[in-house]
């Protein structure tokens, strides 16, 4: 479930805003294999809630992960993007944001493709158990610890 949707209607652009009690924010490089899906989901789907409730198109501005952790340092807002540097401007956030919906709707065939195949490869991703296993359902059936 998307937290917040922020709406500049002035620019036409949003940003989504997601809460997190625990976690960490995910990389660049899971947000650029279409491992970490959540908040590029979030995007696609704001942008076509917008367009349904406004009628008009909004250009995704960022997407946010506010961590709620507030003794640590973690606590405060962070965005979430796939581009190298940290001065980034505002524009350089709406272009993340765009790649991150692309790399979404890219990513999401080609797993919907490969269960309807019935291919559920082991995985050979690094940290895996720590970037997706962690979150399975279905870990304490699965194969993959036969490999580990």
Do not use: W
């Amino acid at each position: 479930m998307i937290d917040r949707i922020d709406v500049n209607d002035d620019k036409n652009l949003y940003k989504v805003i997601d809460y997190k009690l625990g976690g960490k924010k995910p990389s660049k490089e899971d947000l650029n294999l279409g491992i970490s899906l959540q908040l590029p989901l979030y995007l696609y789907a704001s942008r076509i809630f917008l367009k349904e409730e406004f009628e008009k198109d909004f250009t995704p501005a960022s997407a946010e992960i506010y961590s709620l952790k507030i003794f640590r340092e973690e606590f405060g807002r962070k965005v979430i993007h796939n581009l190298p540097g940290k001065n980034l401007t505002e524009e350089d956030y709406i272009q993340a944001s765009e790649e991150l919906i692309k790399i979404f709707e890219e990513s999401v065939p080609k797993y919907i493709e490969n269960i309807r195949k019935g291919i559920f490869n082991l995985s050979k991703l690094e940290k895996r158990e720590e970037k997706v296993c962690g979150f399975c359902e279905f870990k304490s059936i699965c194969r993959i610890q036969e490999v580990g």
